[in-house]
């Protein structure tokens, strides 16, 4: 028999809401996360830039490094032309003709198209230059040249100026070429020096 004096505790229930978030609490998260996003949505587009730019950098550097290396494996005079076909893009090409004798060919504006001079090419008879072309590289439309110019590489690997009549110039002077891309103020630069030094600045 139970004592009437005791009783049982009682059973404790807990007590929950059932309205959820207010209105008020969902305002303040959307105004927070609009915060955020207003900080980290700029800073995502310079950080893409900055990559694109790097990207190009390397890009060029990449292809003037193959240029000289493959002016030494093939005994060939090799340059990379840039802007050659429009903006963004540039091209190992080997030289048609002599590098003193003029070289109509190699100052055309179609030296760099696939369609002219394709890319592989289509033999690799010594009398029907030129066998040793590189595929056309573009680089993200973000990013511009700057300053430019077409470097030649000889089979000594040294690196040479060429005139714009397609004729070979000097070699490259002092501090030789820089190659320069930009994107908005932010310039990056591949440097060649006279014995076909490539690096970036």
Same mark, same amino acid.
């Given at each position: ?9 009682? /059973?404790?229930? *807990? &007590? ?9 609490? &969902? ?27 790097? *990207?190009? +950098?390397?890009?060029?550097?990449? *292809?003037? +490094? ?13 340059r990379v032309r840039f802007d050659c076909l429009g903006p963004n893009e540039f091209r190992m090409v080997e030289l048609i003709g002599t590098p003193s004798a003029p ?7 179609? @030296? ?19 066998? +040793?072309?590189?595929?056309?590289? @573009? ?12 470097? *030649?590489? @000889? ?31 932010? /310039?990056?630069?591949?440097? /060649?020096?006279?014995?076909? @030094?490539? +690096?970036?600045?």
């Open positions: 028999m139970a004592d009437p004096l005791h009783k049982p505790w009682p /059973v404790r229930q *807990e &007590l929950r809401s059932a309205a959820g978030f207010s209105f008020v609490d &969902l305002v303040v998260v959307m105004a927070m996360m609009g915060t955020l996003a207003a900080i980290a949505i700029p800073a995502i587009h310079n950080m893409s830039d900055a990559i694109a730019l790097g *990207e190009a +950098q390397r890009m060029i550097r990449s *292809e003037l +490094q193959q240029a000289r290396l493959k002016a030494v494996s093939s005994n060939r005079i090799m070289a109509p060919q190699d100052a055309a504006s179609n @030296r760099c198209s696939d369609t002219a001079y394709p890319y592989p090419a289509a033999d690799h008879n010594p009398v029907t230059v030129p066998n +040793q072309d590189g595929p056309v590289k @573009r680089f993200d439309p973000v990013v511009s040249f700057g300053a430019t110019q077409t470097i *030649e590489f @000889r089979p000594t690997g040294t690196a040479h100026s060429v005139n714009t009549d397609g004729t070979s110039g000097p070699p490259l002077a002092g501090t030789g070429a820089a190659i320069t891309v930009t994107k908005g103020a932010v /310039v990056k630069t591949v440097t /060649v020096n006279a014995v076909g @030094r490539v +690096q970036n600045q």
